[in-house]
C-alpha cells in the first residue's frame, strides 16, 4: 500500500466507544449510524416527478464487545445499570484522527451470549436522545504567503497539543520557521507562519502530526499543501 494512502486510513480497531468517560473494554465490532426522514412535498405541478425535503435525523449505536468481569467490565456495567435505571448514558465515539462524537443516549437493546465454543459476549444498541456533537480533525484549506509570513486556514478551530512547539512542528520547503501562532495565541482556524527566508509558489508546506487539536480530536498525520501567493 502507499504510504501516503497508509497514512491516511482509518483502521477498524481504532474507532472506540466510550461510557461516561470509561472505555467499554473487549470491543470488537461497533457502528455509528445515521438515517434521515423525508417529507413528500410533491404536488399536481412537479412535471411528474416527485419532490421530497429533508425532515429528522435519527443517530444510532450498536457494539459487540467480549464480556468481562472485574476491573476490565466497568465500562460494561455502567451500560446495563442505565438501562436498568432507564437512565441516559453520555457515549463518546472516538474516530482516531478523524472525529469524535460525543452526546447523550438510552440503550434500547442489551444482550449477553454465552456460547459453547467460544467467550462469552455482550451487544448492545443505543440511540442519541440529542443531537450528538461531532469534532472534526482539521485539514489545511489554504496556504498562501506574502514576503516571509505564510498564512495557513484550516477547516476547524485549532489549539495546539499540550507538549507540542507548534514551530518546530512545522516545515517550509527552502527556509526555516523561527516563529508560528494560532490566531491571538487561543483556539482559531488560522495558523500565522514566519520564516528565515520568503518562499516561492508551489513550495510545500508540512503540519506535522500531532501538532494540533480540535477539542479531543487529534490530528493524527501529517497535513500539507503546495503554497499560493496571497
Do not use: W
Not at 46 to 69: C, H, Q
Not at 95 to 120: E, F, L, N, P, R
Not at 122 to 134: A, D, G, R, W
Amino acid at each position: 500500500m502507499p504510504e501516503l494512502v497508509k497514512k491516511n486510513v482509518v483502521r477498524g480497531v481504532d474507532v472506540l466507544i466510550f461510557a461516561d468517560g470509561e472505555l467499554i473494554a473487549g470491543q470488537r465490532n461497533c457502528d455509528y449510524s445515521r438515517t434521515a426522514d423525508t417529507l413528500d412535498t410533491t404536488t399536481k405541478d412537479d412535471d411528474g416527478f416527485r419532490t421530497y425535503d429533508s425532515g429528522l435525523v435519527e443517530a444510532k449505536v450498536s457494539l459487540e464487545n467480549v464480556s468481562y468481569f472485574g476491573q476490565n467490565g466497568r465500562g460494561q456495567v455502567i451500560f446495563d445499570k442505565k438501562m436498568e435505571n432507564h437512565e441516559a448514558v453520555l457515549v463518546k465515539i472516538n474516530v482516531k484522527g478523524k472525529k469524535v462524537i460525543i452526546g447523550y443516549c438510552y440503550i434500547t437493546s442489551a444482550s449477553d451470549s454465552g456460547q459453547y465454543t467460544d467467550v462469552s459476549s455482550n451487544s448492545y444498541e443505543l440511540v442519541f436522545c440529542t443531537k450528538p456533537t461531532t469534532k472534526y480533525a482539521p485539514f489545511l484549506k489554504t496556504a498562501t504567503f506574502s514576503g516571509t509570513t505564510v498564512t495557513l486556514k484550516l477547516t476547524e478551530a485549532v489549539a495546539s497539543v499540550t507538549g507540542t512547539t507548534l514551530k518546530d512542528m512545522i516545515t517550509v520547503e527552502g527556509g526555516t520557521v523561527t516563529e508560528a501562532t494560532i490566531g491571538s495565541n487561543t483556539a482559531a482556524d488560522t495558523i500565522t507562519v514566519t520564516v528565515s527566508a520568503a518562499p516561492t509558489a508551489g513550495k510545500l508546506v508540512t503540519i506535522k502530526g500531532g501538532a494540533l487539536k480540535n477539542g479531543d480530536t487529534i490530528q493524527a498525520g501529517d497535513l500539507y499543501m503546495e503554497l499560493a501567493t496571497a
